[in-house]
């Protein structure tokens, strides 16, 4: 999979990953300005008022990011962005419960500020970070992806946030850090599901990500959603999106993140290895050993209008991400 090149700019960061990352700059500019053209609207920009249904204060350290937002990828045609009242209330955090309104139960007791996130592992520069070190003052962006989940249904949803890639050279990785893994925080005293003795997870809730896939360009940190922050039950205040692999993958508000030699044991694969794969890519072909991948059900759904739609492989994003893989059997590495 490692393609040798040296690197651009920072001498000690993994070379293969820094080659495809400045080599596929070209593809996304391409996606932004296909996606442009198609809704006939020159710089796109997504403020709060696009969505006045999800109203409420926004905090400040967002406020004052939120001019000049760009929104650098769109829907495409027939992915109407899910109403913000079904992203905000069907959702899997299972720190807060396993059912599907727990999160939005629980989640608001959260308490999300002050936040710091540990950056450790095979870095040059590791640290504890706050929202504000993490975040450029300028030049969020806003993309409006798919999300699949592995249970086979779908949302379209519009992220605010900035490409990990970004993030990961400023840490600087060491030509050892092959993997990047992720951590949610565990907080007892307002998760219920962490409480549970009934609840099969070993906390914290772990993923992770070969590096070349983690400064690909479409690999986004979140930090809000809707042009405003992120709804606790989202993964307040910051959380993964990868589009292009099963919804698990996108780990909801992150406290740590390592640079490491091996591949994570991350949560779902650690409880049934037999049915989620470390690369859960998104794929029609490959079932479930419980269920279909086939088609998905596009939120929200109801008796009258169920939304089944096919599932793309890669979530639609095949052109972008399908080299990351070339020569793997995406059947053993599901
Ligand atoms: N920490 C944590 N992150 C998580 C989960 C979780 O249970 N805990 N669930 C995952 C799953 S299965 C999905 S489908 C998405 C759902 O994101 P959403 O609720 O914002 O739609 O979050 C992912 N991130
Ligand atoms: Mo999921």
């Known amino acids: 999979m490692f393609i040798r090149k040296p690197s651009l700019s920072c001498r000690e960061s993994e070379v293969t990953s820094e080659s495809v990352y400045f080599g596929r700059r070209r593809f996304i500019r391409a996606i932004a300005s296909s996606a442009a053209m198609a809704s006939l609207a020159p710089p796109l920009r997504a403020q709060p008022e696009d969505y006045p249904e999800a109203a409420g204060p926004v905090p400040s350290w967002l406020r004052e990011r939120l001019t000049g937002v760009q929104r650098t990828i769109s829907a495409s045609d027939g992915d109407a ?190 409880l049934a290895p037999s049915e989620y794969g470390f690369y859960a890519n998104v794929n029609p072909a490959v079932s479930h050993p419980r269920w279909s991948q086939a088609t998905e059900r596009r939120l929200p759904s109801g008796l009258f209008s169920p939304g089944i739609r096919d599932t793309l492989l890669f979530n639609g994003y095949a052109d972008q991400v399908a080299g990351l893989y070339r020569g793997m059997d995406l059947r053993r590495n599901y």
């Open 81 to 270: 962005v899910t109403p913000f009242s079904d992203a905000t209330t069907y959702n899997n955090f299972y720190e807060f419960g396993p059912d599907k309104g727990d999160p939005a139960r629980h989640a608001p007791k959260m308490s999300v500020a002050p936040w710091t996130v540990q950056v450790d592992g095979e870095v040059a520069r590791p640290g504890t970070l706050s929202l504000d070190d993490l975040l450029p003052t300028s030049g969020l962006e806003e993309r409006i992806y798919r999300l699949r989940c592995v249970e086979a249904w779908s949302m379209v949803i519009p992220w605010l946030g900035i490409p990990l890639s970004g993030l990961i050279k400023r840490f600087e990785p060491l030509s050892s850090a092959k993997y990047v893994r992720f951590e949610t925080a565990v907080m007892p005293d307002v998760m219920p599901g962490v409480r549970s003795n009934f609840a099969l997870i070993d906390w914290p809730y772990v993923e992770g990500l070969r590096l070349d896939e983690a400064v690909h360009p479409l690999a986004f940190l979140a930090v809000g959603m809707y042009g405003r922050e992120l709804p606790n039950q989202n993964g307040a205040p910051l959380r993964l999106v990868v589009p292009w692999k099963y919804g698990f993958k996108s780990i909801k508000s992150i406290v740590r993140i390592s640079f490491v030699r091996e591949q994570p044991r991350t949560t779902w694969q650690s």
